[in-house]
């Protein structure tokens, strides 16, 4: 059986995150892999996008892989599908990353396992900016395909 942290957690999670990857972002704006980042940088968020296909979005670099980027990140959002997870999941402990959240539909119980024997906080299975506005944080992001 499938479970979430609890809300305690991920109310959390967002009050102590300020850097997200998002692995798999997209430039198209009809996609939710561009616009839940968005709505995430326009509530205050720093997002870092990880796509080997592009050299910026969001105003920002674009990097190939999670092991490409320079700095520190708090979360890893993943727009991928499951089969990426592990390897992603991998990666989020390689960065030290705090967080590894598989975005709404991702399921993946070896990316789960690696994530919790790597210390990090995992959700699944959950859109980053509708949970963000389930919890009153936000208005939410718009609707899309």
């Avoid at 798999?24 to 709505?39: E, L, W």
């Amino acid at each position: 059986m499938r479970t979430r942290p609890p809300l305690a957690e991920i109310r959390r999670i967002y009050a102590d995150s300020h850097i997200i990857a998002v692995v798999g972002a997209s430039p198209d704006p009809s996609k939710r892999a561009n616009a839940i980042p968005s709505y995430l940088r326009d509530q205050g968020y720093r997002i870092i996008p990880v796509n080997p296909n592009h050299d910026e979005m969001f105003g920002e670099r674009c990097y190939p892989t999670l092991l490409d980027v320079p700095e520190p990140i708090d979360v890893v959002d993943v727009f991928r599908p499951a089969e990426q997870a592990p390897e992603i999941a991998e990666q989020t402990v390689q960065v030290g990353a705090k967080v590894l959240w598989l975005q709404l539909g991702i399921l993946s119980d070896e990316a789960a396992e690696i994530a919790a024997a790597g210390g990090l906080s995992f959700v699944e299975d959950h859109c980053m900016g509708q949970m963000h506005a389930m919890l009153g944080l936000g208005p939410g992001p718009p609707h899309t395909d």
